[in-house]
């Protein structure tokens, strides 16, 4: 996806992120340095929990997302971040399936005068059948 301007967007504006997929080695390498639970980070552990299968940590989707495709285009803007609600994990995400992202502006407030501007971010993710894995609102100000 190509650079957007901050000065551009607009409530309501829907980028899509394309798709993602995670490998085994993904999901355990992230889940040994951040979320080392067995269910993430062992085969044999995981086919014998409630998901029958090696799952990613909740928050690895969102930060694989957030640094491969939104740093690149808004990264250079961020002036700071003010808050992450309503993150929902929906849905278990599994090893080589693609997970699909949509992010909606969903809030989008310009202060001229301090030349800034402040937006709500709804990332949303989804599982080939079209279901919802997950969900974030993140509201950061960026600069004009």
């Known amino acids: 996806m190509e650079k957007l301007a901050i000065s551009d967007l607009k409530h309501g504006q829907v980028l899509d992120f394309g798709s993602l997929t995670l490998s085994e080695d993904d999901i355990i390498n992230y889940a040994k340095q951040f979320d080392p639970l067995p269910f993430h980070i062992n085969k044999q552990i995981a086919e014998q929990s409630p998901f029958k299968a090696l799952i990613s ?9 957030y640094i491969q495709q ?14 992450i609600n309503h993150w929902k994990f929906l849905a278990p995400i599994y090893a080589n399936l693609p997970t699909t992202c949509k992010v909606t502006i969903t809030h989008l407030k310009k202060n001229l005068e301090k030349r800034h ?28």
């Open 70 to 83: 939104w740093v690149p285009m808004f990264g250079d803007t961020v002036l700071c971040g003010l808050e």
């Open 117 to 144: 501007v402040v937006i709500t971010w709804r990332y949303e993710f989804f599982l080939p059948n079209g279901a919802m894995a997950q969900t974030a609102d993140v509201t950061v100000m960026h600069k004009l």
């Open 57 to 65: 940590s909740g928050p690895q989707v969102f930060n694989t997302m």
